[in-house]
């Protein structure tokens, strides 16, 4: 499965859809593999634009999946790309994960 990280988007959820748009989708729908797109915390209302863009590119990708995860503390991301690549159902969906709400630390 192939990490795409997305780097720094404008603060407005217009814009940064826009942007994403632009910059970053053409290099997503080239993949042609497994994806997990990793973005960046954002106000609430990025959630609607992303979950679009993502099953979008989910259905255009079929049978391929892609998936997205939003947050920024490396172990809670890893846990997450690490459920992604062992549950092959999963396909056009987006992960919250903050690391905050582990059971074990």
Known sequence: MAV???GS???????AAAAFQADVM???RAA??????VFPPAPHDHRAWRLAAIQDLARA?????????????EPALSEALAFL????GVTGQILAVDGKSREND
């Open 9 to 15: 988007l404008p603060e407005g959820a217009l814009d």
């Open 26 to 28: 053409p290099g997503l």
């Open 32 to 37: 042609g593999e497994d994806l997990a797109v």
């Open 61 to 73: 990708a079929a049978p391929l999946r892609v998936n997205a995860i939003v947050g920024d503390e």
């Open 85 to 88: 690549a062992s549950a092959p």
């Open 4 to 6: 795409v990280r997305v």
